[in-house]
């Protein structure tokens, strides 16, 4: 026997319906539906397809999470989901099949930030979290930089974007190149045979007079512009484009200012931990690249396997396992789907 809790965890923030299940630190079932092919003739994710994909995915991929797991739904302690950020009818969907499940069950819900989802979900790969350490979460809503204190409680925003997150800027310099979406991968993947310094691509608030203002700050909006400015260019004039060339230039902007401005956070609190989630996170050459500079600084990095990077139950799952062992309140059964939820609110 054991007194870790058996958490379920829901995550339907965007396009993926993903159903976890952990106890205490163990993972026992991580259960994707992605509709990620219904989105891609779109270039992008439609709210409305969304919703009922996940309405559709849901009670099906609770079933295959508790089968994979080998538990009954009746064994759990406490059921977990995203109540925000993200798009609002399909956070809707997940909260409203969470209510249902703890209600049934007559277990506790705990509805968690989905950003603060992605921090607990290292837990489950490298064990407890560093206190403090500093998180760099990117994907294609989010480019954010916070000190993490205690997970549970809450966190400190250092930095976000201002315009573009590095995700979305990943899948719009995809569609210019004619890649597919999502552009994350398929970019990671021609960059490999790219050369990183054909084109000299600008680095989004990295001048003196921004920093002054924006340090910890991001901005991708003026580098996407430049790749289609660029690639404008070259065609106007008749030449052919190199999609690995201008893919892997490209995407060195993005890591260079991303772990460049990582770096400089954690240095300037004195933390010596550094943890990379999100989409964005199971790109090569960002976790390369934070790598080398961190351990040059004396900085330890944490990234979880790719598939833990991208959303997924599972992170939910940690997040609200971390919740029920350290006592928190559990949330009520009216909490509300906030699609606009602020990361210092990690219990809604």
């Known amino acids: ?46 709210p409305e397809v969304a919703s009922r994909a996940h309405l559709e995915a849901m009670v099906p991929t609770i079933e295959r999470a508790a089968q994979t797991a080998g538990i009954a739904l009746s064994d759990i302690d406490a059921v977990a989901v995203t109540s925000g950020p993200g798009l609002a009818g399909a956070l809707l969907v997940g909260v409203a099949s969470a209510k249902a499940l703890a209600l049934g069950l ?10 603060a989802a992605h921090v607990a979900v290292d837990q489950l790969e490298h064990g407890p979290l560093p206190e403090p350490c500093l998180a760099m979460l990117v994907s294609g809503g989010h480019s954010s930089l916070l000190e993490v204190t205690d997970v549970t409680v809450g966190v400190e925003p250092m930095g976000s974007t201002i315009d573009d997150a590095a995700g979305e800027a990943f899948d719009k310099v995809a569609r210019l190149l004619g890649l597919p979406f999502p552009g994350g991968p398929h970019i990671d993947r021609a960059a490999r045979s790219g050369n990183s310094v054909a084109i000299d691509f600008p680095r989004g608030l990295t001048s003196r007079r921004d920093l002054e203002r924006h340090r910890f ?10 790749v289609a400015r660029w690639v404008e260019t070259q065609q106007r004039a008749g030449v052919t484009i190199d999609v690995h060339d201008v893919a892997a230039s490209f995407q060195e902007a993005v890591c260079d200012v991303l772990t460049r401005k990582a770096i400089d956070a954690a240095t300037s609190r004195g933390i010596e931990d550094i943890l990379i989630g999100g989409g964005v996170a199971a790109n090569s050459r960002l976790r390369a690249m934070a790598e080398e500079r961190a351990t040059a600084k004396g900085i330890r990095v944490r990234v979880p396997r790719p598939g833990l990077c991208t959303d997924n139950g599972a992170m939910v799952a940690a997040l609200g396992a971390e919740l029920v062992q350290r006592g928190r309140t559990p949330s009520l059964l009216d909490l509300p789907a906030d699609s ?9």
Request: proline share 4%.
């Open 1 to 46: 026997m054991t007194d870790e809790p058996l958490v379920l965890g829901i995550e339907t923030s965007c396009d993926e319906t993903g159903v976890g299940i952990v106890r205490g630190h163990t993972l026992l079932a991580d259960t994707v539906a992605s509709s990620v092919e219904e989105h891609a003739r779109f270039g992008g994710v439609v």
């Open 106 to 115: 007559g277990k506790p819900i705990y509805g968690v930030n989905h950003l």
């Open 217 to 226: 700050d991001f901005s991708f909006s003026g580098l996407k512009t430049a």
């Open 340 to 348: 606009s939820q602020p990361i210092t609110t990690v219990v809604a």
